[in-house]
């Protein structure tokens, strides 16, 4: 194999950074997936793979993956293909199968892993389109200047929101100061409108947060929760697989 792939810090963020396991299959998906359209054979029959795509099986990808491990260490071919399919369930990539293949396609794979002539293509069209666009920049900075911020109802969902989630900081700390609510509802706001979240699934990301020991000191702003929706919502995909007395959650109907 040549190339190389790019890796972007935020892994580290992610819980698959946790699990050596999760993380070497992920390195693997990166790795295999193709870089640019192209056919390939697979037993009697081609099928066109694009970027980020790639063809795989159960037993191809335990002996891919187990090569080199010490015996102990080594998984069977059904924890594999499980750790594939949660990968799945958590929106980091897709399975299509078929009864003698599978191709998995990493989702977002455009988004991370341009071409370094990608990257060139679009630096010249952006620095030409910043050089004809100069003067309208410099006009509509001047009018944001002059752009009143947003007031928020007390009645209005992002400004409830701001306060429920204030509610919830406090119950695990009854000192903590008393935010601006006006810019925590401009966060919320933005990820309603934005990001395309729904109330019932900010509101409970607000309330786990604050009962997860780790995440309650980390996330404590509606600005960090938007920035981490992501990675919050694949750790409570992670911990629902874990065995649990209490009834679970299910995200997907939220």
């Known amino acids: 194999m040549q190339g190389y792939i790019k890796l972007y810090r935020k892994t580290m963020c992610s819980p698959i950074w946790q699990d050596p396991y999760y993380f070497k299959l992920w390195m693997y998906c990166l790795m295999k997936a193709t870089h640019k359209e192209h056919d390939q054979l697979v037993g009697n029959k081609i099928i066109t793979l694009q970027p980020g795509e790639f063809v795989t099986g159960r037993s191809s990808l335990s002996e891919d993956l187990n090569k080199g491990m010490k015996p102990k260490m080594k998984q069977s071919e059904i924890s594999w293909w499980r750790y594939l399919n ?28 341009e071409t370094e002539q990608q990257v060139n293509n679009n630096r010249t069209t952006d620095e030409q389109q910043m050089n004809t666009n100069k003067n309208v920049k410099n006009v509509k900075n001047e009018k944001k200047k002059d752009t009143r911020k947003q007031v928020y109802e007390e009645t209005s969902i992002p400004f409830q929101l701001s306060v429920y989630f204030f509610e919830r900081i406090r119950d695990n700390n009854p000192e903590y100061k008393k935010p601006n609510l006006q810019t925590w509802s401009d966060d919320v706001r933005k990820m309603i409108d934005i990001d395309k979240r729904t109330e019932e699934q900010i509101r409970y990301l607000m309330k786990w947060v604050q009962q997860d020991s ?6 404590l702003s509606p600005s960090k929760l938007r920035k981490r929706f992501d990675q919050l919502v694949m750790k409570v995909k992670q911990e629902k697989q874990k065995p649990k007395k209490q009834k679970e959650i299910n995200w997907e109907d939220l």
Do not use: P, R
Not at 94 to 103: A, E, F, G, P
Not at 108 to 113: A, E, I, L, R, V
Not at 214 to 219: A, P, Y
């Open 214 to 219: 780790f995440e309650m000191t980390n996330v």
């Open 86 to 113: 949660n990968l799945e369930q958590w929106g980091m990539l897709n399975i299509k199968k078929t009864n003698k293949y599978s191709v998995v396609s990493i989702v977002k794979w455009g988004d991370y892993q």
